[in-house]
């Protein structure tokens, strides 16, 4: 930890926005949470007995597309398994900063003659790596539910992730940068973020749902970003609510502005030091 902390708080002349800061939180986000294995191993695996038990069970009963036809369910839950991926990943990385508060590690960053800014760069570049990454490594299971990509819409899908990852990464800094307990991060969690990604259409399509579910999840930009997952996977049968340009301008206005709030919070609070 000595180490990281001498790499990360070397002085930087006049206080000034630099990017080797910046670049050392990233790596350090990376690192700590690929040597983590069974962290690595649960955020895929849960996902995925979620995607094959609950798209099973539906199997063909569900209908969704144009006219009512039959789609089975393991298909169109493919892409909110892969947000949920995502969401967690974005959400639980962002928990370090509770533990690297609490251990000190955080304070000593906060005294280094870098600008506050650097630390939200380097956490939230470090969480949205990571949680693009688990998202891609999940499209490996795209064949089984007949996705065939070409490069356009692949780098497209990528771009999709990479923009709801940023946004979640942002999402969850802003939550944790005031916490300095897991426990109340966690509560947190499943009080408001289940529910965001309940009302993204990744268990249910917005057709059919009561007209106060379907207002929710308009306003949800998750929403967008799943629609937009669905209609570049399965172009033939997804029947989407929102045109592709429209989807990928929502995530970028709404990754912008909680990117803009994460560097407004960590330059107004003040951390407390660990006990």
């Known amino acids: 930890m000595a180490t990281q902390s001498n790499v990360i708080t070397r002085p930087v002349a006049g206080n000034t926005f630099s990017l080797l800061p910046a670049f050392s939180l990233w790596q350090r986000e990376v690192v700590r949470f690929y040597r983590n294995i069974s962290r690595v191993v649960g955020v895929i695996a849960s996902p995925l007995l979620f995607w094959i038990v609950i798209g099973s069970g539906f199997g063909t009963s569900f209908r969704n597309g144009a006219n009512g036809a039959s789609q089975h369910y393991l298909d169109f839950f493919f892409p909110g398994a892969l947000i949920m991926i995502v969401l967690f990943t974005s959400i639980f990385a962002m928990m370090s900063l509770i533990e690297d508060r609490n251990e000190g590690f955080l304070l000593s960053v906060l005294v280094a003659p870098v600008n506050r800014s650097v630390i939200v760069l380097g956490k939230v570049l470090g969480g949205t790596t990571l949680a693009t990454l688990q998202g891609i ?139």
């Open 137 to 275: 490594i999940f499209l490996v299971f795209a064949p089984l539910v007949g996705v065939h990509f070409t490069v356009l819409s692949f780098l497209l899908i990528v771009l999709d992730i990479f923009l709801v990852a940023f946004s979640l990464t942002a999402l969850g800094f802003i939550i944790a940068w005031p916490m300095d307990s897991t426990s109340g991060f966690h509560a947190i969690i499943n009080l408001f973020l289940i529910p965001l990604w309940l009302l993204s259409g990744s268990l249910f399509p917005i057709t059919g749902a009561s007209f106060w579910i379907r207002f929710l999840m308009r306003i949800n930009p998750l929403t967008y970003g799943t629609e937009a997952l669905r209609a570049l996977m399965f172009p033939a049968t997804a029947s989407p609510k929102f045109p592709l340009g429209l989807d990928l301008i929502v995530l970028g206005v709404f990754t912008v502005l909680l990117f803009t709030i994460a560097f407004v919070v960590a330059n107004r609070r003040t951390t407390k030091p660990a006990a």
